[in-house]
T-cell receptor, first 117, second 116 residues
């Protein structure tokens, strides 16, 4: 079975600073995908970034980058130059090929990020 | 705007009642996923449909059922509602239903259900 762990319930960061949100995972799949989503207070789930298990380079999307360490089974999200609008819940998620959930994403509990002026 | 439409956005009902949540996926997406988000359980996968057929079940209660229609919209039916069913219910869609690990899910804005 797959498991996603986000150990930081809450994080603070000052505007314009970088922040790293932790995510570790456990899976017996050889091929899998890792995703990060943002959920602002309005409630919608916004896709941020994707990393495939066989991708050789860490994924980047604008100010978002994924620090993928396969041997450590970690997929940390790095947000550079934080903005006030980055304040939200952030969820790490995984899709594998062998999970009972088929091709659904399995989500961690989330990390609440607050960006302060 | 993800392109996924969910109705209603808010719903208040009483215990023992039955409600239906509706989802229209993005144009061209064949897969629909339903999730439940509550404070204590987090985001829980309920069920996945691909092109009208059930593909996978997650933590879906027997009191809940879903279907996907020929026009690809989906409905989640919740019956004999209990206080603990109060949650935000998300529908998500994607193009892929099988094969490969790429392809993010596009989420609707959710339907917030309150059971009194």
């Amino acid at each position: 079975a797959q498991k996603i762990t986000q150990t930081q319930p809450g994080m603070f960061v000052q505007e314009k600073e970088a922040v790293t949100l932790d995510c570790t995972y456990d899976t017996s799949d050889q091929s899998y995908g890792l995703f990060w989503y943002k959920q602002p207070s309005s409630g919608e789930m916004i896709f941020l970034i994707y990393q495939g298990s066989y991708d050789e380079q860490n994924a980047t999307e604008g100010r978002y980058s994924l620090n993928f360490q396969k041997a450590r089974k970690s997929a940390n999200l790095v947000i550079s130059a934080s903005q006030l609008g980055d304040s939200a819940m952030y969820f790490c998620a995984m899709r594998g090929t062998l999970s009972n959930s088929g091709y659904a994403l399995n989500f961690g509990k989330g990390t609440s990020l607050l960006v302060t002026p | 705007d993800s392109g996924v439409t969910q109705t209603p956005k808010h719903l208040i009902t009483a215990t023992g009642q039955r409600v239906t949540l509706r989802c229209s996926p993005r144009s061209g997406d064949l897969s629909v996923y339903w999730y439940q988000q509550s404070l204590d359980q987090g985001l829980q996968f309920l069920i996945h449909y691909y092109n009208g057929e059930e593909r996978a079940k997650g933590n879906i209660l027997e009191r809940f059922s879903a279907q996907q229609f020929p026009d690809l919209h989906s409905e989640l039916n919740l019956s004999s509602l209990e206080l603990g069913d109060s949650a935000l219910y998300f529908c998500a869609s994607s193009v892929r239903g099988s094969g490969g690990n790429t392809g993010e899910l596009f989420f609707g804005e959710g339907s917030r259900l309150t059971v009194l």
